[in-house]
């Protein structure tokens, strides 16, 4: 785990380089309820909810059983439901079927986490004293290009195609091979108020401050494109 690791400081360089409507979200996945964090309390509709709650400022961790009323959000979290609460999955897999919304062979398919979480730690990112997991970014598409840009420069880009849904399996699909976007689904808008014109980019990390420092080169370099392009533009447009 990273000595020098420092929340406050990459939210800082981030924000001075893109644009963010909400703050970016850390997550961690751990073997043990974390000492001197503040456990949940409460009921969310989805595990995805909880990252309404870090992007508002809140730091907090979950244990399995806040996570049992999204059924497909405990799946690609690989959180076993209790007993009295396994037929949700089935129920809502089944409702998805039916409207034609998934189909049954596409289920294999969806990522998961390889080991099940004994507690999960969510807090903006500038609250993260050590390093997390993942760093979740909602942001409208010119702040992902940006983004997606410095994962290219650093070399962390996944190189598999953008995500549709579920939102939640991106955690898992970030884990296992780099940084993702994901175009989020209808459930994840809903629960944690994503707009008509945001998305999410995923990065582990281990991998956030090369892509920092990456970043840090490709704001100045879009900077003067965009000067560049500007008076291009006034220049040889004649429309």
């Known amino acids: 785990m990273a000595t020098t690791w420092n929340g406050q400081d990459y939210e800082r360089q981030i924000s001075a380089a893109v644009k963010l409507g909400r703050k970016p979200v850390a997550v961690t996945f751990l073997e043990a309820p974390p000492a001197g964090v503040r456990r949940f309390e409460g009921t969310e509709p989805s595990g ?84 997390p997991d993942l760093v979740l970014f909602a942001a409208k598409p010119a702040a992902a290009m940006l983004l997606q840009e410095a994962v290219n420069r650093a070399g962390v880009a996944s190189g598999t195609p953008v995500l549709g849904r579920p939102t939640c399996m991106a955690l898992p699909a970030s884990l296992q091979h780099g940084a993702m976007i994901s175009l989020g689904c209808i459930g994840n808008r809903v629960y944690t108020g994503l707009s008509d014109d945001e998305l999410y980019v995923v990065l582990r990390g281990k991998d956030l401050p090369t892509v920092v420092e990456a970043l840090k080169t490709i704001g100045m370099a879009n900077t003067t494109l965009r000067d560049y392009a500007e008076n291009r533009r006034q220049q040889l447009s004649t429309l």
């Open 48 to 131: 995805c909810s909880f990252w309404r709650l870090a992007a508002e400022g809140q730091s907090f961790y979950t244990v399995p059983g806040n996570h049992f009323n999204c059924a497909v959000g405990a799946y690609t979290h690989n959180i076993p439901l209790s007993p009295e609460r396994q037929k949700e999955t089935e129920q809502t897999l089944k409702m998805m079927f039916n409207l034609g919304y998934v189909q049954p062979e596409e289920v294999p398919e969806i990522p998961r986490l390889a080991k099940s979480p004994q507690a999960i730690r969510y807090s903006p990112l500038s609250d993260a004293r050590t390093e």
